[in-house]
């Protein structure tokens, strides 16, 4: 009867201790949500993407929940620039909508901003382009603040510097 009771505890209690032990490395190793800044300066929406020093913006997206239709990936693309105007653009401080930070406008904006959006990047690291993330906008969140030269509010309602937004990132060497 023993037997019988240690291998059916050694049966059901291993397999539990594996999976409670790579769950835990999972939640561990899950990526860290970051937050995007963003503030209105003379009308137009600036925003600040947190960045490694080894990286570079390469271009930028608006884009917008589809409801109920099924297209894609659900999703709509509002906006989408390429090649950054200046070394300031390149480090991830950049407007969005318009031709002021970027040289190439893949997909000019034909209909007004929502309320609440997402900025996508695209970026540059070691020579390689690619999708870096996005962070979300709350344009009526921007109403009720009041932001320093240097603040930027982010989607969670905290007010971050430049610094702090890139603080954000864990980078290679730190």
């Given at each position: 009867?023993?037997?019988l009771l240690?291998?059916?505890?050694t049966t059901v209690l291993l397999?539990l201790?594996?999976?409670?032990?790579l769950?835990?490395?999972?939640?561990?190793n899950?990526?860290v949500?970051m937050?995007?800044g963003?503030?209105?300066?003379?009308g137009?929406?600036?925003?600040a993407?947190p960045?490694?020093p080894?990286?570079?913006?390469?271009?930028?997206?608006i884009?917008t929940g589809?409801?109920g239709e099924?297209?894609?990936?659900g999703?709509e693309?509002?906006?989408?620039a390429?090649?950054?105007?200046?070394?300031?653009?390149?480090?991830?401080?950049?407007?969005?909508?318009?031709?002021?930070?970027?040289?190439t406008q893949?997909?000019?904006?034909?209909?007004?901003l929502?309320?609440?959006?997402?900025?996508?990047?695209?970026?540059?690291?070691?020579?390689?382009v690619?999708?870096?993330g996005?962070?979300?906008?709350d344009?009526g969140g921007l109403?009720?603040?009041?932001?320093?030269?240097d603040?930027?509010?982010?989607?969670?309602?905290?007010?971050?510097?430049r610094?702090?937004?890139?603080?954000?990132r864990?980078?290679?060497?730190?």
């Amino acid at each position: 009867m023993r037997s019988l009771l240690r291998a059916t505890l050694t049966t059901v209690l291993l397999p539990l201790g594996a999976v409670a032990g790579l769950s835990s490395c999972v939640l561990t190793n899950a990526p860290v949500a970051m937050d995007f800044g963003y503030r209105l300066e003379g009308g137009d929406i600036l925003i600040a993407v947190p960045l490694c020093p080894a990286e570079t913006v390469h271009g930028a997206r608006i884009e917008t929940g589809v409801d109920g239709e099924g297209r894609g990936d659900g999703f709509e693309t509002l906006w989408s620039a390429s090649g950054p105007r200046s070394p300031e653009v390149s480090r991830g401080v950049f407007f969005v909508d318009g031709v002021r930070s970027f040289t190439t406008q893949e997909e000019p904006r034909s209909k007004p901003l929502p309320k609440v959006f997402y900025v996508s990047t695209r970026t540059a690291s070691a020579g390689e382009v690619e999708e870096a993330g996005s962070g979300s906008v709350d344009l009526g969140g921007l109403k009720s603040v009041t932001l320093g030269e240097d603040e930027f509010l982010t989607y969670r309602g905290r007010i971050m510097t430049r610094e702090e937004i890139n603080a954000q990132r864990t980078c290679p060497g730190d």
